[in-house]
């Protein structure tokens, strides 16, 4: 079946426009997760939904950052007034609940703030 | 404060030449200690989940142990294929979610 995709693949923006980031989880998944890879670092966690609702949004980096999924599928990743620092991989997961441990992850969009 | 702790950080291997990667943790309560590949460009694909201490999974060339501390990757007779950067993440116990936390990785070149 189809996995997690992503869109887009790439991105470059300008510093301080907004840019939006979309994932569409595997068909049937309740959680989805977004995380940031950036160079020489980790994936980090920004923040993750169960349905519709974002109970954890602790890994957010700042107030410029937000997300939102609708009906319980597609989520958008909202950097608003984008730095340089914002550039990064982003990545969107999802797993078949949030009790279910195994998170399968998309491609990724790279983001590039000039 | 959670932390994951990977080594080495690079490993070149010559085809056949067995080695095992590092993956040290910290956290408050483990539910989970994952490994993933991801090859460049791409996302992580998932590999092995372990819960418990002593608990040990294969696939192919690869086999995942985990001891109350750590969690080893052994590579039996690796292939060029197998060249890739292998990571490691906990999930910890806590009221809700799953979010992992990620080390920076240890990144395989195998050569003919």
């Known amino acids: 079946g189809a996995g997690v995709s992503q869109s887009p693949s790439n991105k470059v923006t300008e510093k301080g426009k907004d840019v939006e980031l979309r994932c569409d989880p595997i068909?049937?998944?309740?959680?989805l997760y977004w995380y940031r890879q950036s160079l020489g670092q980790g994936l980090e966690f920004l923040i993750y939904f169960q349905g519709n609702s974002a109970p954890d949004k602790s890994g957010l980096p700042s107030d410029r950052f937000s997300a939102e999924r609708t009906g319980g599928s597609v989520s958008t990743l909202t950097i608003q007034r984008t730095q340089q620092e914002d550039s990064a991989v982003y990545l969107c997961?999802?797993?078949?609940?949030?009790?279910?441990?195994?998170?399968?992850f998309g491609p990724g969009t790279r983001l590039t703030v000039l | 404060e959670d932390q994951v702790t990977q080594s080495p950080e690079a490993l070149r291997l010559q085809e056949g030449e067995s080695s095992s990667l590092n993956c040290s943790y910290t956290?408050?309560?483990?539910?989970?200690l994952f490994w993933y590949r991801q090859d460049p460009g791409k996302g992580p694909e998932f590999l092995f989940t372990l819960y418990s201490a002593g608990e040990e999974k294969e696939k192919e060339r690869l086999k995942a142990t985990l001891t109350k501390k750590e969690s080893f990757l052994h590579i039996t007779a690796p292939k060029p294929e197998d060249s890739a950067t292998y990571l490691c993440a906990v999930s910890i116990l806590t009221g809700g979610g799953n979010k992992l936390t990620f080390g920076t990785g240890t990144q395989l070149k195998v050569e003919l």
């Open positions: 997961a999802s797993s078949p609940t949030t009790s279910t441990d195994t998170q399968y």
């Open positions: 068909s049937g998944h309740t959680a």
């Open positions: 956290v408050s309560g483990l539910r989970g």
